[in-house]
């Protein structure tokens, strides 16, 4: 397996991308058509008793093209993860999904290299993801499988524990997000700092 340093965009990366807000905005509005908001269906989480709904802060969003039944049929994919690592416990964080067309005009207009399946914007609580991660086009699904050297589902796998390890710490160091995407793997305790109290 490629163990090289999954390189997402985030925060601290925003000035000098120039990715900001109303830029990011800009990127996905200007070739999307619409945006499709999925329904807040509830993600059950493990507990000790009764499964608990996502928290009610959370969204998740289409950008481009989508059919609100194509959003749907995404988003339950990105879904399952999402609840296996329990990301309801973030609170508020919206979750985008990117048509890979868009996607790709993305990375290129903030020069980003193409093997990057998803993006953390710390600041604003939001997370994006190359729909290539779940469904769309098979060309840049081999694409993603070539870079990563794994499988889709893998794969998918790997940028929600990545992407979780930036956002749960609110830290864009890469380093430490890869090791909390390990920590996640093997279902232990997350800490940030790598040796303090373990977030719950």
């Not at 800009?26 to 269906?41: D, K, N, Q, Y």
Request: glycine residues 8%.
């Amino acid at each position: 397996m490629k163990m090289g340093c999954f390189v997402l965009v985030t925060c601290s990366l925003l000035p000098r991308l120039g990715l900001g807000q109303s830029s990011l905005d800009a990127v996905l509005s200007t070739r999307a058509e619409g945006i499709s908001e999925a329904p807040r269906t509830p993600i059950s989480q493990p507990t000790a008793g009764k499964p608990e709904r996502l928290a009610p802060a959370q969204r998740f969003v289409c950008s481009g093209r989508f059919t609100l039944e194509e959003c749907k049929q995404s988003m339950f994919m990105l879904m399952k993860p999402l609840e296996k690592y329990r990301a309801a416990s973030l609170g508020e964080w919206k979750w985008v999904l990117v048509r890979s067309e868009d996607w790709n005009h993305l990375l290129l207009a903030h020069g980003i290299r193409p093997g990057v399946p998803a993006i953390t914007l710390l600041e604003i609580r939001t997370t994006l993801f190359d729909e290539a991660l779940v469904t769309g086009p098979a060309g840049r699904v081999s694409e993603l499988m070539d870079e990563w050297q794994l499988g889709r589902g893998a794969l998918l796998d790997l940028a929600v524990r990545h992407e979780l390890g930036h956002a749960l710490c609110s830290d864009a160091s890469e380093r430490n997000a890869e090791r909390v995407a390990k920590l996640l793997e093997q279902n232990k305790p997350v800490s940030c700092d790598g040796k303090g109290d373990a977030l719950r």
